[in-house]
Protein backbone atom coordinates (compact mmCIF):
# COMPACT_ATOMS: atom_id res chain seq x y z
CA UNK A 1 0.00 0.00 0.00
CA UNK A 2 1.28 3.61 -0.82
CA UNK A 3 1.28 5.35 2.60
CA UNK A 4 -0.34 9.22 1.66
CA UNK A 5 2.47 11.70 2.22
CA UNK A 6 1.37 14.93 0.31
CA UNK A 7 1.99 17.20 2.96
CA UNK A 8 5.52 17.99 2.03
CA UNK A 9 7.55 17.46 -1.42
CA UNK A 10 10.12 15.12 -0.37
CA UNK A 11 14.00 13.89 -2.10
CA UNK A 12 13.66 10.73 -3.52
CA UNK A 13 16.45 8.41 -2.87
CA UNK A 14 16.69 6.00 -4.99
CA UNK A 15 18.77 2.40 -4.80
CA UNK A 16 20.07 2.66 -8.31
CA UNK A 17 21.74 -1.06 -8.31
CA UNK A 18 18.30 -2.56 -7.41
CA UNK A 19 16.69 -0.71 -9.95
CA UNK A 20 18.75 -0.82 -12.65
CA UNK A 21 19.40 -4.57 -11.78
CA UNK A 22 15.47 -5.18 -12.20
CA UNK A 23 15.01 -3.14 -15.89
CA UNK A 24 18.49 -4.84 -17.13
CA UNK A 25 17.08 -8.37 -15.73
CA UNK A 26 13.56 -8.13 -17.19
CA UNK A 27 14.57 -7.00 -20.76
CA UNK A 28 16.75 -10.11 -22.22
CA UNK A 29 15.72 -11.73 -24.72
CA UNK A 30 17.14 -15.26 -25.33
CA UNK A 31 17.06 -16.27 -29.01
CA UNK A 32 17.80 -20.16 -30.41
CA UNK A 33 19.12 -18.79 -34.20
CA UNK A 34 19.36 -22.96 -35.09
CA UNK A 35 19.39 -26.06 -33.51
CA UNK A 36 21.06 -25.72 -30.22
CA UNK A 37 22.54 -22.51 -30.72
CA UNK A 38 21.60 -19.80 -27.83
CA UNK A 39 21.93 -15.89 -27.60
CA UNK A 40 21.21 -13.38 -25.23
CA UNK A 41 20.77 -9.98 -26.22
CA UNK A 42 19.25 -6.66 -24.59
CA UNK A 43 17.93 -3.50 -25.86
CA UNK A 44 19.85 -1.09 -24.39
CA UNK A 45 17.97 2.09 -25.49
CA UNK A 46 15.00 0.12 -23.99
CA UNK A 47 16.24 -0.34 -20.53
CA UNK A 48 17.07 3.52 -20.64
CA UNK A 49 13.74 4.64 -21.72
CA UNK A 50 12.07 1.91 -19.03
CA UNK A 51 14.64 3.41 -16.16
CA UNK A 52 13.49 6.65 -17.14
CA UNK A 53 9.91 6.53 -16.98
CA UNK A 54 10.04 4.50 -13.53
CA UNK A 55 12.12 6.98 -12.00
CA UNK A 56 9.55 9.90 -13.08
CA UNK A 57 6.76 7.12 -12.44
CA UNK A 58 7.86 6.77 -8.55
CA UNK A 59 8.80 11.11 -8.75
CA UNK A 60 4.75 11.42 -8.86
CA UNK A 61 4.01 8.95 -7.55
CA UNK A 62 5.40 9.32 -3.96
CA UNK A 63 5.26 13.43 -4.37
CA UNK A 64 8.77 13.88 -4.67
CA UNK A 65 10.23 16.98 -6.05
CA UNK A 66 13.63 15.97 -6.76
CA UNK A 67 15.72 12.60 -7.55
CA UNK A 68 19.29 11.48 -6.13
CA UNK A 69 20.48 7.70 -6.94
CA UNK A 70 23.14 6.34 -5.11
CA UNK A 71 25.50 3.14 -6.62
CA UNK A 72 27.58 0.84 -4.92
CA UNK A 73 31.29 1.22 -4.67
CA UNK A 74 33.49 -1.01 -6.56
CA UNK A 75 35.34 -1.50 -3.00
CA UNK A 76 33.09 -2.65 0.04
CA UNK A 77 34.85 -2.48 3.73
CA UNK A 78 33.00 -5.16 5.01
CA UNK A 79 34.70 -7.64 2.95
CA UNK A 80 37.90 -6.80 4.94
CA UNK A 81 35.84 -7.10 8.07
CA UNK A 82 34.65 -10.66 6.80
CA UNK A 83 36.24 -11.69 3.67
CA UNK A 84 33.47 -14.20 2.85
CA UNK A 85 30.44 -11.01 2.68
CA UNK A 86 28.77 -11.82 -0.74
CA UNK A 87 31.78 -14.07 -1.99
CA UNK A 88 28.23 -16.47 -2.81
CA UNK A 89 27.39 -13.40 -5.50
CA UNK A 90 31.08 -13.79 -7.59
CA UNK A 91 29.53 -17.01 -10.21
CA UNK A 92 26.26 -15.16 -10.34
CA UNK A 93 25.58 -14.12 -13.78
CA UNK A 94 24.74 -10.09 -14.19
CA UNK A 95 22.39 -9.12 -16.66
CA UNK A 96 24.24 -7.93 -19.99
CA UNK A 97 22.98 -4.44 -19.68
CA UNK A 98 23.52 -3.71 -15.94
CA UNK A 99 26.74 -1.47 -16.83
CA UNK A 100 25.84 0.43 -19.56
CA UNK A 101 22.23 1.48 -17.53
CA UNK A 102 24.73 2.48 -14.78
CA UNK A 103 26.70 4.38 -16.82
CA UNK A 104 23.85 6.42 -18.17
CA UNK A 105 22.58 6.97 -14.57
CA UNK A 106 25.65 8.66 -13.84
CA UNK A 107 25.31 10.99 -16.97
CA UNK A 108 21.70 12.09 -16.31
CA UNK A 109 21.10 12.49 -12.86
CA UNK A 110 22.43 13.23 -9.68
CA UNK A 111 24.09 9.84 -9.01
CA UNK A 112 26.23 9.66 -5.27
CA UNK A 113 28.97 7.09 -4.80
CA UNK A 114 31.21 7.23 -1.40
CA UNK A 115 34.23 5.33 -1.36
CA UNK A 116 34.25 1.85 0.04
CA UNK A 117 30.47 1.75 0.42
CA UNK A 118 27.48 -0.08 -0.73
CA UNK A 119 24.72 2.07 -2.13
CA UNK A 120 22.22 0.35 0.95
CA UNK A 121 25.02 2.46 3.10
CA UNK A 122 25.38 5.30 1.26
CA UNK A 123 21.57 5.73 0.87
CA UNK A 124 21.43 5.58 5.23
CA UNK A 125 23.91 8.62 5.73
CA UNK A 126 21.97 10.82 2.95
CA UNK A 127 18.72 10.08 4.87
CA UNK A 128 19.94 10.97 8.26
CA UNK A 129 22.50 13.92 7.84
CA UNK A 130 21.21 15.97 3.95
CA UNK A 131 18.18 15.14 3.76
CA UNK A 132 17.25 13.97 7.57
CA UNK A 133 13.32 14.38 7.41
CA UNK A 134 13.10 15.49 3.46
CA UNK A 135 13.29 12.17 1.74
CA UNK A 136 12.32 8.81 0.92
CA UNK A 137 14.19 5.70 0.13
CA UNK A 138 13.01 4.06 -2.68
CA UNK A 139 14.38 0.10 -2.71
CA UNK A 140 13.38 -3.51 -2.38
CA UNK A 141 15.67 -4.62 0.50
CA UNK A 142 13.95 -5.43 3.71
CA UNK A 143 17.02 -4.55 5.56
CA UNK A 144 17.01 -0.69 4.70
CA UNK A 145 14.24 -0.94 7.50
CA UNK A 146 17.29 0.01 9.65
CA UNK A 147 17.45 3.40 9.08
CA UNK A 148 14.74 5.53 10.50
CA UNK A 149 13.29 7.88 7.84
CA UNK A 150 10.41 7.48 5.55
CA UNK A 151 10.47 4.56 2.79
CA UNK A 152 8.78 2.91 -0.09
CA UNK A 153 9.31 -0.74 -1.31
CA UNK A 154 9.36 -1.23 -4.52
CA UNK A 155 9.31 -4.88 -4.85
CA UNK A 156 5.33 -4.95 -3.10
CA UNK A 157 5.09 -1.57 -3.63
CA UNK A 158 4.58 -0.43 0.14
CA UNK A 159 5.34 2.96 2.05
CA UNK A 160 6.01 3.13 5.62
CA UNK A 161 7.64 5.35 7.78
CA UNK A 162 10.52 3.91 9.98
CA UNK A 163 10.77 5.60 13.69
CA UNK A 164 14.53 5.50 14.81
CA UNK A 165 13.40 3.11 17.80
CA UNK A 166 11.96 0.49 14.76
CA UNK A 167 15.13 0.98 12.94
CA UNK A 168 17.36 -0.18 15.91
CA UNK A 169 15.15 -2.77 16.48
CA UNK A 170 15.26 -4.33 13.16
CA UNK A 171 18.95 -3.64 13.16
CA UNK A 172 19.53 -5.88 16.52
CA UNK A 173 17.17 -8.37 14.64
CA UNK A 174 19.10 -8.54 11.60
CA UNK A 175 22.17 -8.63 13.48
CA UNK A 176 20.51 -12.36 15.13
CA UNK A 177 19.31 -14.06 12.32
CA UNK A 178 21.81 -13.09 9.62
CA UNK A 179 21.07 -12.45 5.98
CA UNK A 180 21.82 -15.65 3.68
CA UNK A 181 21.88 -13.48 0.47
CA UNK A 182 25.01 -11.30 1.97
CA UNK A 183 26.56 -14.49 3.40
CA UNK A 184 26.90 -13.69 7.11
CA UNK A 185 25.69 -16.06 9.97
CA UNK A 186 24.19 -14.31 12.26
CA UNK A 187 23.70 -16.23 15.74
CA UNK A 188 23.54 -20.14 15.13
CA UNK A 189 20.58 -21.68 15.48
CA UNK A 190 18.48 -18.20 15.72
CA UNK A 191 15.93 -17.64 13.04
CA UNK A 192 12.79 -14.84 12.70
CA UNK A 193 10.58 -16.52 15.32
CA UNK A 194 13.62 -17.56 18.16
CA UNK A 195 15.05 -13.18 17.19
CA UNK A 196 11.49 -12.12 18.03
CA UNK A 197 11.22 -13.72 21.15
CA UNK A 198 14.62 -12.91 21.99
CA UNK A 199 13.73 -9.37 22.05
CA UNK A 200 10.67 -9.58 22.79
CA UNK A 201 11.19 -8.93 26.99
CA UNK A 202 13.56 -6.50 26.21
CA UNK A 203 13.19 -2.75 26.93
CA UNK A 204 13.05 -2.15 23.50
CA UNK A 205 16.38 0.27 23.96
CA UNK A 206 19.65 -0.08 21.93
CA UNK A 207 21.55 -0.93 25.33
CA UNK A 208 18.56 -3.21 26.23
CA UNK A 209 18.67 -5.17 23.23
CA UNK A 210 22.21 -5.65 22.49
CA UNK A 211 22.38 -7.07 25.75
CA UNK A 212 19.63 -9.51 25.01
CA UNK A 213 21.60 -10.40 22.01
CA UNK A 214 24.85 -11.10 23.31
CA UNK A 215 23.26 -13.32 26.07
CA UNK A 216 21.80 -14.81 23.15
CA UNK A 217 25.36 -15.38 21.53
CA UNK A 218 26.53 -16.50 24.60
CA UNK A 219 23.82 -19.64 24.81
CA UNK A 220 25.25 -20.84 21.54
CA UNK A 221 28.76 -20.84 22.42
CA UNK A 222 29.33 -17.04 20.34
CA UNK A 223 31.66 -14.58 22.11
CA UNK A 224 30.31 -10.92 22.32
CA UNK A 225 33.19 -10.01 19.70
CA UNK A 226 31.28 -12.61 17.40
CA UNK A 227 28.72 -11.04 18.03
CA UNK A 228 29.62 -7.66 17.42
CA UNK A 229 31.15 -8.28 14.31
CA UNK A 230 27.72 -9.64 12.68
CA UNK A 231 26.24 -6.19 14.30
CA UNK A 232 28.70 -4.71 11.64
CA UNK A 233 27.72 -6.72 8.81
CA UNK A 234 24.22 -5.80 9.52
CA UNK A 235 24.91 -2.24 10.15
CA UNK A 236 23.43 0.23 7.61
CA UNK A 237 25.63 3.04 8.14
CA UNK A 238 23.88 6.26 9.29
CA UNK A 239 25.58 10.08 9.78
CA UNK A 240 27.07 8.47 13.31
CA UNK A 241 28.75 6.10 11.40
CA UNK A 242 30.72 7.80 8.58
CA UNK A 243 33.41 9.93 8.87
CA UNK A 244 32.92 13.11 6.16
CA UNK A 245 36.14 14.29 6.25
CA UNK A 246 38.12 11.41 5.99
CA UNK A 247 35.80 9.68 3.74
CA UNK A 248 35.77 6.56 5.69
CA UNK A 249 32.78 4.49 7.76
CA UNK A 250 32.99 4.95 11.47
CA UNK A 251 32.76 0.87 12.70
CA UNK A 252 29.81 0.33 14.97
CA UNK A 253 30.86 1.06 18.89
CA UNK A 254 28.57 -1.93 20.67
CA UNK A 255 27.18 0.58 23.70
CA UNK A 256 27.84 -0.37 27.44
CA UNK A 257 25.85 -2.94 28.93
Known amino acids: ?152 FMHDNHTELVDEPTANYHFMFQTLVGDATDNFKGCKTVGAVKAERVLYNTEKTLPSMWKAVVEEYKRNNQTPKEALLQARMARILRSTDYNFKSKKPILWQAPKI
Open 1 to 152: MVRKIRAKKRTLLVDGSILVYRIASAIEVATEWQHDMWTLHADAKTGKQILDSELQRYLKLLNCKDIVIVLDDEINFRKKLLPEYKSNRRKVRKPIILKPLKEYLKKKYDVRIFPTLEGDDTLGILATSEYKDDCIILSADKDMRTVPCFHH
